[in-house]
């Protein structure tokens, strides 16, 4: 009995603690409504996320980086999208050329990259794009750098021909992969051990994901979205950006 009492009076004070603060729960980060706290678990009103407490969010705060790697020549769409995409996620996206210089888009688009190859922070996913992709993939100081960076590089993110680079890096060997419709026997000579498939989204796996050409970059760049913040995130970003095309899951997901 005296035990039972011993137990009651330590336990006391957090009790009346915890019913003076109880929990409180906020969406998983996602970037439209990280700053908005609810007082019942459930489903977020705004994204459909489910609820986890506060505290538990705090320990998966840090903002993923991704970094786009851009040329003369860079596909605007192939590019475009995909920022789109994971800036309003929530990510921080920052873009990388050869050099500080503006570089032309489809000859239309002027770009200003945030940084050159000497200077570009690590990032957690590396992403490249299509359009003259052998201004990259047949520069060697270009894929060295890439290649340099890989211990540093969670994900790889390619997007139409782009997987040429990541392919002329070594990144697609014996790999499962897709890229622009008109380029699937090209990308099958350059990557002899890759299986190149056609009439595909986009192809994970796991480390790497590569996409079909130009608009399926938007579906790639969703799927990675649902990967890393779940499928209610992927689905929110969709509805901003009125992308009615996105059907969850209709890429290929390889499992080892």
């Not at 006391?12 to 019913?19: G, N, R």
């Not at 506060?54 to 786009?68: G, H, P, Q, S, V």
């Not at 790889?156 to 002329?168: E, M, P, R, W």
């Not at 994901?209 to 799927?223: E, F, K, P, V, Y």
């Amino acid at each position: 009995m005296k035990q039972w009492l011993l137990l009651f009076f330590l336990c006391l004070p957090f009790t009346i603690w915890a019913q003076n603060n109880p929990p409180v729960y906020v969406c998983p980060p996602c970037g439209a409504c990280d700053t908005i706290s609810f007082h019942q678990p459930g489903t977020c009103p705004h994204c459909g996320m489910t609820l986890i407490k506060k505290e538990d969010a705090t320990l998966n705060t840090r903002t993923m980086t991704i970094c786009f790697y851009l040329y003369d020549g860079v596909e605007i769409l192939d590019f475009a999208g995909p920022m789109e995409v994971f800036s309003y996620a929530g990510f921080k996206v920052f873009t990388v050329s050869k050099k500080k210089a503006p570089l032309l888009s489809q000859g239309i688009l002027k770009v200003i990259p945030d940084y050159s190859i000497a200077d570009a922070p690590p990032a957690d996913i590396f992403a490249v794009f299509g359009g003259d992709d052998e201004v990259a993939a047949n520069d060697p100081e270009v894929i060295r750098w890439i290649q340099s960076r890989d211990k540093a590089t969670s994900s790889y993110f390619s997007v139409c021909t782009g997987a040429f680079i990541l392919g002329k890096a070594g990144l697609l060997d014996h790999l499962t992969v897709t890229t622009f419709h008109k380029s699937i026997a090209n990308l099958q000579k350059a990557v002899p051990s890759a299986k190149v498939l056609e009439k595909v989204r986009y192809v994970d796996n796991g480390r790497v994901i590569t996409t079909a050409g130009i608009s399926a970059g938007i579906d790639g760049a969703l799927h990675l979205v649902s990967k890393l913040k779940g499928p209610a995130a992927a689905a929110m970003v969709a509805q901003h950006m009125e992308y009615d095309k996105y059907v969850p899951e209709q890429g290929m997901v390889i499992v080892h």
